[in-house]
């Protein structure tokens, strides 16, 4: 999906818990990198749901959220956060 802004439009992308559900991740960092200014940066959080302490507890049945689905699910352990800049 192109995104309705020219090249390097923005100094700084912000995605808050939007990358889980973007099943072709390649194109989605391709358009970001192609709307992100040359000394932009990319800020991003994610949960990663297939965190080992979510899967143990998914096996110990303490937790109903299958962390083997494409399917996302609220979740506020294992948030992950970074911050990208643009080379």
Do not use: M, W
């Amino acid at each position: 999906t192109r995104l309705p802004f020219g090249p390097s439009a923005f100094d700084c992308v912000l995605t808050v818990r939007v990358l889980q559900h973007i099943r072709d991740l390649t194109s989605a960092f391709a358009e970001i990198g192609r709307v992100l200014a040359s000394e932009g940066a990319l800020v991003f959080s994610y949960h990663n749901k297939s965190n080992p302490n979510r899967i143990l507890r998914y096996i110990a049945s303490r937790d109903n959220g299958n962390p083997f689905t494409l399917e996302s699910f609220e979740v506020h352990e294992g948030t992950q956060r970074a911050v990208v800049r643009k080379s």
